[in-house]
């Protein structure tokens, strides 16, 4: 018996077929064969524009989807023994390759990826930036900014050790929440660091923090809360580097 599965082998996917195959079932003498055809034709189609539909999906899922292929299948290829910040540099390196497309940055927008490591002891712990990936590739090479509990994007994920999404860092509801100290802070940082997504990266059962991935960019909303907001997507994507480097640190303990 002619199953939906075999028709559909049997037009190799695509809807071309149709016409042709309708004909052939037209030549059938049996009303019951021809009604059969046509029931299978019509749910072919159906197939058919549902596919179209899934491969309509937007090119930002897409290429998140890439990003985490991508990261899983190179991660697989390093041995358990790679030092866990090697590791973690080779997860930004290669999701690099996606990141621009997964977020939907502007031409000529200010933006920049930090990841950071817990480090030190007692008073001394602050998180330090280990790898690094900005639209400036130069100024990738500038002197990094250590963070400690309640400084910056990256400082406030650590301390209340959730995400920390901010639309636009100027709006007097922030009330200067997230600026640097004075001994830190740049005179670029207002228009540099507006829009942020700081996501603290979660060790073992507890949730320890291990250290925190930080997304910025100099355009208001980039990174958002509201799930009916295609920006909300932009937010996503730096949950999903945290995830991976969390179960790569957890392996290689």
């Known amino acids: 018996m002619l199953t939906?599965?075999?028709l559909l082998v049997i037009l190799g996917g695509g809807a071309a077929g149709l016409g042709g195959l309708l004909l052939l079932f037209?030549?059938?003498d049996t009303p019951e064969l021809l009604s059969s055809a046509k029931?299978?034709?019509?749910q072919v189609k159906v197939y058919l524009a549902e596919r179209d539909e899934l491969l309509r999906l937007d090119e930002k899922r897409r290429a998140l989807l890439d990003m985490q292929t991508d990261i899983y299948e190179a991660c697989e290829t390093l041995p358990k023994s790679t030092p866990v910040e090697r590791v973690v540099k080779a997860i930004l390196d290669i999701g690099s390759v996606n990141i621009n497309a997964a977020i939907g940055f502007e031409a000529g927008e200010v933006w920049a990826f930090s990841i950071f490591r817990k480090t030190g002891k007692g008073r001394a712990q602050k998180m330090e930036r280990i790898a690094v990936h900005w639209a400036d590739r130069e100024g990738e090479g500038r002197e990094a900014r250590d963070w400690k509990k309640k400084e910056g994007f990256t400082g406030w994920a650590w301390h209340d050790a959730t995400?920390?999404?901010v639309d636009d860092a100027r709006n007097a509801e922030h009330g200067g929440k997230y600026d640097a100290s004075d001994d830190k802070r740049h005179d670029s940082d207002k228009d540099r660091y507006v829009s942020a997504a700081a996501i603290p990266i979660l060790i073992g059962k507890s949730n320890v923090v291990?250290?925190?991935v930080t997304a910025t960019s100099n355009a208001s909303g980039r990174f958002k809360r509201n799930p009916s907001d295609i920006k909300s997507q932009n937010v996503d994507t730096v949950r999903?580097?945290?995830?991976l480097i969390a179960t790569q640190v957890a392996l290689r303990k």
């Open 4 to 6: 939906v599965k075999g």
């Open 26 to 28: 037209l030549e059938w």
């Open 39 to 42: 029931s299978y034709v019509e």
């Open 163 to 165: 995400d920390v999404i």
């Open 210 to 212: 291990w250290g925190v």
């Open 240 to 243: 999903v580097l945290a995830r």
